[in-house]
């Protein structure tokens, strides 16, 4: 052992050159005693190149591959952290065409749909004018022998005589218009004819406040002429205090992320012409088609909040703000059709009102009575209806009446709750969405009509209303 020893410490003096490259191995042979092995590259190992390149090499490729990083990152992540902004910008404009596109390409649809509907209607009616012309003509009554004049009321009967005696027709001849059921010894189609008659109601009184009878063909006044236009508010002060007339007619188209804009016409003709005489710039932005117009003022909610606020349009300022405690807003509790209609605020022959809902109320609807001035919460009711199960809804003479879908042609105005009673019923009275996308109706009490926004085109509803039941 000790010579062995002895020979690798020559080894090591004598090729002190090389000793960086001498390697030394300990490991127990196969009888378990330690063995050491040593071993010396020769003059012509020496002298060749090592196969890795050297530490040298090593280092140079680390370099170069630190460097191919930066370059990397200099020519691709540099390029999108400069052009983010541009391209976001472009992205968020390709998607805004997108979608005018398509709803445009949706409106496309809905007109070739009614198109062909009045088409069908239009075939419908010639061949039902052409099996008319077919039919044989009735037989003709026998002439009646003259007599004394007809009485203003028929003898033993109640009913007033009909209109139909002496309205002319459109050549100026009222003896084809006369009404048959006053004609003596008619044929019994006369007198089935006047069993019909006879049991139509008397004529609603439309001088007090009663419930709500029927609701008639809606009529359209102005079709909207850009995108933001798909939903919005319109409006006339039924109680309107100078400097405007109630003849001023308002609108706020409702899409857009700050809207502010409140148009006005001078009237109804000057509404379907598309000239305002006024634009005001409101101090905070509108949330969604909750707004009325009430004495002067524009009540709405203001965007992403409960506060309620009452701009003045005389001064052209904010007269009064005031949050409606507990309210859900934008999108906590809206209508079936959305739109952030949370706080929808209206005013009737009572006063004025707002209809939400809040998480004590579970998402039924609230109703309160509002102060004009103040917007303080003078009394509340809860009802058994949910808020988002309605499509809209309209307060008339203290009622809230609700209308089942905004999108149906044929739909219904299906529930009325009573703040004199405190009690709620289901209805059925027939109601129209004529162009299916109907997102805002509000009742005008000087009119005795509902103003709606349907699909870009602001239309109208006249209202009749039963007598007033004695409390």
């Known amino acids: 052992m000790l010579l062995l020893l002895s020979l690798c410490v020559c080894v090591l003096l004598l090729g002190g050159g090389a000793e ?24 012509a190992e020496a002298s060749c190149p090592q196969t890795g390149g050297g530490p040298e090499v090593e280092g140079l490729n680390a370099r170069l591959s630190l460097l191919e990083v930066l370059v990397a990152r200099l020519s691709g992540g540099g390029d999108a952290a400069a052009g983010g902004p541009a391209r ?48 044989p003509c009735p037989p003709q009554t026998p002439a009646v022998p003259p007599g004394p004049p007809l009485p203003d009321r028929p003898a033993g009967g109640s009913s007033p005589r009909s209109h139909l005696v002496t309205r002319p027709n459109r050549q100026g001849d009222s003896s084809s218009l006369r009404d048959s059921a006053w004609q003596l010894g008619g044929s019994p189609g006369f007198q089935e004819l006047k069993a019909e008659v006879t049991e139509v109601p008397a004529p609603e009184d439309n001088t007090g406040c009663g419930e709500l009878v029927a609701v008639g063909e809606p009529v359209t ?39 502010r804009q409140l148009f006005g016409y001078d009237d109804m003709e000057q509404l379907a012409k598309g000239f305002p005489s006024k634009v005001l710039i409101l101090p905070e932005p509108v949330e969604s088609t909750g707004a009325t117009m009430y004495r002067g003022s524009l009540y709405y909610q203001r965007r992403r909040s409960r506060s309620l606020i009452r701009y003045d349009l ?21 209508y ?17 009102w707002a209809v939400y809902s809040t998480n004590k109320a579970k998402g039924a609807i609230v109703i309160s009575q509002l102060d004009p001035h103040s917007l303080q ?11 988002n199960s309605v499509a809209n809804t309209f307060m008339v003479c ?30 059925a009275l027939p109601f129209r969405n004529k162009y299916r996308y109907n997102s805002m109706v509000d009742y005008n009490l000087a009119q005795r009509r509902l103003f709606a926004w349907d699909n870009f085109h602001m239309v109208t509803y006249d209202l009749r209303l039963g007598r007033q039941q004695a409390q």
């Not at 002060?237 to 109630?246: I, L, M, Q, R, S």
């Not at 001064?315 to 509790?333: I, K, M, V, Y």
């Not at 919460?377 to 808020?387: D, Y």
């Open 336 to 352: 079936s059709w959305g739109g952030y209609t949370d706080i929808d605020l209206s005013a009737d022959e009572r006063g004025l």
């Open 20 to 43: 960086d490259r001498a390697t030394l191995w300990r490991a127990n042979d196969r009888t378990g005693r330690c063995q050491y092995t040593f071993t010396v590259p020769g003059p």
């Open 221 to 259: 006044h102005r079709k909207a002429d850009s995108i933001a236009g798909k939903y919005g508010v319109w409006m006339q002060d039924p109680e309107a205090v100078a400097p405007y007339g109630p003849a001023m007619v308002w609108r706020v188209d409702t899409i857009g992320s700050d809207v």
């Open 377 to 387: 919460v003078k009394r509340s009711w809860e009802t058994g209806v949910r808020k």
């Open 88 to 135: 976001s910008g472009l992205q968020e404009a390709l998607d805004r065409t997108t979608g005018e596109r398509n709803l445009l390409r949706g409106e496309k649809e809905r007109l070739e749909q009614e198109l062909e509907g009045l088409q069908r209607r239009v075939e419908e009616m010639r061949r039902e004018a052409e099996l008319l012309r077919s039919r």
């Open 398 to 427: 203290g009622r809230l009446y609700a209308v089942a879908s905004y999108t149906a042609p044929d739909t219904a105005v299906n529930y009325v709750y009573d703040t004199g009673t405190g009690r709620g019923k289901s209805i």
């Open 314 to 334: 005389a001064t052209e300022s904010t007269a009064a703000r005031r949050d409606l405690p507990h309210a859900g807003f934008h999108g906590q509790f809206p």
